[in-house]
């Protein structure tokens, strides 16, 4: 492949992640539209939206587009990587929001930052920030799970994964398999928090709040209803529950276990304290105190 036309190259090339808005073109960031006019080549997910975003910000596109989708990708690396270490300036943009998070861009940066050359961004928009921030769910621990297996093995050990997991989880779907997820989370989670947000940034932005279980019922009353569900949409599910801590009996229980089968009270009360999470000066004390009485607590008979 050619090189698309451009400015020239640059003094120093660069690989440049730009964030594109998620509905709203007042997000598009100046320095973003500074990056897009002066690029020599800008990588796309879809070729006619970047045309239409760059109109809408009045630069140019020229022949500077080249498509850069899920499916190509990786076909595209050698050459983007070709064209960054020849001193071209490649701004990457996605149809919406921020390369790389569930969009394609992670396999550019991971080969650009392999061959030592220079990775940088322009943050702004992203569909799973603001849904998370809008939830009202806790923001300090969260993770990405993006979209879920649409069926089979697969799509079971992600929900059996999910409902164990303790930090905050931000999914996407489409909305034709919204309720569907829903119920799926529902029937896996049980009874735990869930912000649903659409057409973030739009005018008719929405982000509903409740249990799983009560969004799987109002998400499956529209869509059968015929309301419809309509845009992108962003599930965020609250983390499980931490688990009850043991109680002083099941700790004594298991140190004077490790002491019946032959442990050290030092090796009995780090095996403890690790299997039950507990702290193990308590389990050493513990562990000091039967064997000094050679006790041992009440078992069930």
Known sequence: MTPPPGKGPSVQGRLVLV????????????????????????????TRRTRAL????????????????????????PQVLRWVADGRTVAVVTDAGTPGVSDPGARLVAAAAAAGLAVTAVPGPSSVVAALVLSGLPTDRFCVDGFLPRKGADRARRLAELATERRTTVLLEAPGRLAG???DLAAALGDRPVAVARELTKVHEEVWRGSVADAADEFGRRDAD??????????????????APPDDDQVARAVADRLAAGDSPRSAAQAV???LGVSRRMAYQLAIDLRAGDGQPDRPG
């Open 181 to 183: 997820t829903l119920a």
């Open 19 to 46: 964030a594109t808005p998620i509905g709203n073109l007042g997000d598009l960031a100046p320095r973003a539209v500074q990056v897009l006019a002066d690029a020599d080549v800008v990588c796309c997910e879809d």
């Open 226 to 243: 015929g309301d419809g569900i309509r845009g992108e949409v962003v599930v965020v599910v609250g983390g499980a529950p931490a688990p």
């Open 273 to 275: 304290a690790q299997e």
């Open 54 to 77: 760059l109109t809408a910000a009045g630069v140019a596109a020229g022949g500077r587009l080249v498509s850069v989708h899920a499916h190509n990708e990786a076909d595209r690396v």
